[in-house]
């Protein structure tokens, strides 16, 4: 009987752990953010940086691998996001984005800081650190 006990609890503990592992995963890139998704995804995470832009914007483009290296390196502790503006008008009117790219990090639901324009990785980096603390 305790043997039976222990593997069960064994096989519970592997799939919670295959879980939380496919989890992370998933958040090591991006998420594709839009008008339906949006307000769900603010509310579900602690810390969210969301990337505004679009797929004509140039300066968009330069930015697009440091959000997805910032999205690698902090995954576990920031969730990151990307809205392109053309598909999805309503979030981007709610939040007035008039330049692109513009990235909003929003903690507990609320936005905690904006940057606007192809700004360097370490730019980027410092405001993440000051959300972490």
């Not at 810390?47 to 290296?69: G, M, N, Q």
Request: charge should be negative; proline fraction near 5%.
């Amino acid at each position: 009987m305790d043997e039976e006990l222990e593997n069960i609890r064994k096989k519970y503990i592997s799939s919670v752990l295959k879980e939380n592992s496919k989890k992370e995963e998933m958040k090591m890139e991006p998420v594709v953010l839009t008008d339906s998704t949006f307000d769900a995804e603010v509310k579900k995470d602690h810390i969210l940086v969301v990337d505004f832009w679009a797929t004509w914007c140039a300066p968009c483009r330069f930015l697009t691998p440091v959000i997805e290296e910032l999205a690698k390196e902090y995954a576990g502790r920031i969730s990151f996001g990307k809205v392109d503006v053309d598909e999805n008008p309503n979030v981007s009117a709610k939040f007035d984005i008039r330049s692109i790219p513009t990235v909003m990090m929003f903690k507990d639901g609320k936005v905690a800081d904006i940057s606007i324009g192809a700004v360097p990785k370490q730019m980027l980096e410092t405001k993440l650190k000051r959300l972490l603390n």
